[in-house]
């Protein structure tokens, strides 16, 4: 099976959707015979052409991307209004996204994710799903006993992708809880993202007592 | 009112939304209002690189120099932003969403809850309405609008802000005018 997984992060290599890609990946190149192309979006910014054909010889497309304010990133935007000219044509590959925020729930994903499948159906190629998956800004940061199991996960899913050619449902629901958090949950993770995450990278750029700085108010 | 329009329409001009800007701004100027129209294609606006610099670093302001932060001072000075935008796939430009993408710097990294979801905390005390003016596609329908007016409310959430309108270029500018006179 072919698979081209377009790693759609602003950040290019580094980056979170990287880290959810390579596990995935892993998983796909266990079948024997199976061969995946990557190819990082921010790479062909001033030149889409070569990246539209490239999904277009594709029997299977993966496009990865974080969620910037409630949807895709404005350079995801530009490929899928790249691939517009394709609308009509006869040969597609199958499509399927992988999705993730920050937001430690996944609630915040399933609009983009409904955007994603209209988009698919509208281009004409077979949906193969969204994985989606909250919780996920500074991955490399993050403590291993809070992400083995969903990079396992992500293993998971590739090996079981790589096989069917199908992304499992099951999967998919255990990737996305938590769906919502409880208050008694939400007490505890906020704080351990405002501090541990945001307030540590603060402190060490020497502005967490500025964090709250209103600069465009004259 | 001071009002900000942000036109996301592609290079080239296509469409009706160019005219049916002009005609709006011109009624809006004969209404009282202060209105600034700005033509994103016609600025640079690189896209965001999700550096988080404006949150960890300089915060409040984009580490990228170039048009969107004026755009975005413009944004948080207007009590009413109209995000105007042919629909392309679906959505609004990219040249639209690059430009909303390059204003996370107007809230702050921290979280808290918000109606039972966690959101970013505000950096300022007040945040403008914002509303859509949309031009369909030929084959828009029901199912793409119902996904569009989910995700931009949740973007209103997000940036604290509120829904003024979600109007197409189809219906006639005094609709507008109308909208925003009784906001």
């Known amino acids: 099976?072919?698979?081209?997984?377009?790693?759609?992060?602003?950040?290019?290599?580094?980056?979170?959707?990287?880290?959810?890609?390579?596990?995935?990946?892993?998983?796909?190149?266990?079948?024997?015979?199976?061969?995946?192309?990557?190819?990082?979006?921010?790479k062909h910014k001033n030149n889409l052409k070569i990246l539209v054909e490239k999904f277009n010889a594709s029997d299977n497309v993966i496009i990865g991307f974080p969620l910037y304010i409630d949807a895709m990133p404005g350079s995801v935007k530009a490929f899928m209004e790249a691939l517009a000219p394709l609308q009509g044509r006869k040969e597609f590959p199958a499509l399927g996204f992988m999705i993730q925020c920050g937001f430690p729930e996944?609630?915040?994903?399933?609009?983009?994710?409904?955007?994603?499948?209209?988009?698919?159906?509208?281009?004409?190629?077979?949906?193969?799903?969204?994985?989606?998956?909250?919780?996920?800004?500074?991955?490399?940061?993050?403590?291993?006993?809070?992400?083995?199991?969903?990079?396992?996960?992500?293993?998971?899913?590739?090996?079981?992708?790589?096989?069917?050619?199908?992304?499992?449902?099951?999967i998919l629901t255990k990737l996305a809880r938590p769906e919502h958090l409880s208050a008694e949950n939400m007490a505890m993770v906020v704080p351990f993202i405002n501090q541990g995450l945001w307030d540590a990278q603060m402190e060490k750029n020497g502005v967490l007592d500025r964090s709250f700085d209103r600069p465009l108010i004259p | 009112m001071k009002i900000l329009i942000l036109n996301g329409n592609p290079p080239g001009g296509k469409g009706q939304i160019d005219s049916y800007i002009d005609r709006l701004v011109e009624k809006m100027k004969s209404a009282g209002h202060d209105v600034t129209a700005i033509t994103?294609?016609?600025?640079?606006?690189?896209?965001?690189?999700?550096?988080?610099?404006?949150?960890?670093?300089?915060?409040?302001?984009?580490?990228?120099?170039?048009?969107?932060?004026?755009?975005?001072?413009?944004?948080?000075?207007?009590?009413?932003?109209i995000l105007a935008s042919p629909l392309m796939m679906g959505f609004p430009s990219f040249l639209l969403k690059n430009a909303m993408d390059r204003n996370i710097c107007i809230v702050h990294p921290h979280l808290e809850e918000v109606d039972g979801e966690v959101h970013h905390k505000k950096r300022y005390d007040r945040y403008p309405v914002i509303s859509l003016l949309l031009e369909k596609e030929a084959d828009t329908d029901e199912e793409d609008i119902d996904i569009l007016k989910d995700i931009f409310r949740r973007q209103a959430v997000n940036m604290w802000s509120s829904v003024g309108f979600i109007h197409f270029t189809e219906s006639p500018v005094e609709e507008i005018i109308h909208a925003i006179t009784v906001h």
């Open chain 2, 40 to 81: 994103l294609r016609d600025h640079k606006i690189s896209p965001c690189i999700g550096c988080f610099q404006c949150w960890v670093k300089t915060p409040g302001i984009c580490s990228i120099d170039d048009d969107a932060r004026d755009i975005t001072r413009q944004f948080m000075a207007a009590q009413y932003v």
């Open chain 1, 1 to 42: 099976m072919q698979l081209l997984f377009i790693n759609a992060s602003p950040r290019g290599k580094k980056s979170n959707t990287g880290i959810l890609m390579g596990h995935f990946i892993r998983g796909f190149l266990e079948t024997s015979g199976n061969a995946c192309d990557v190819e990082y979006l921010v």
């Open chain 1, 106 to 170: 996944t609630a915040h994903l399933r609009f983009v994710a409904r955007y994603c499948e209209k988009f698919t159906r509208r281009i004409g190629c077979r949906f193969l799903g969204s994985i989606l998956k909250g919780g996920c800004e500074g991955l490399d940061v993050q403590p291993t006993f809070l992400t083995e199991k969903y990079f396992s996960l992500f293993g998971m899913l590739g090996v079981d992708f790589g096989k069917t050619g199908k992304i499992d449902e099951v």
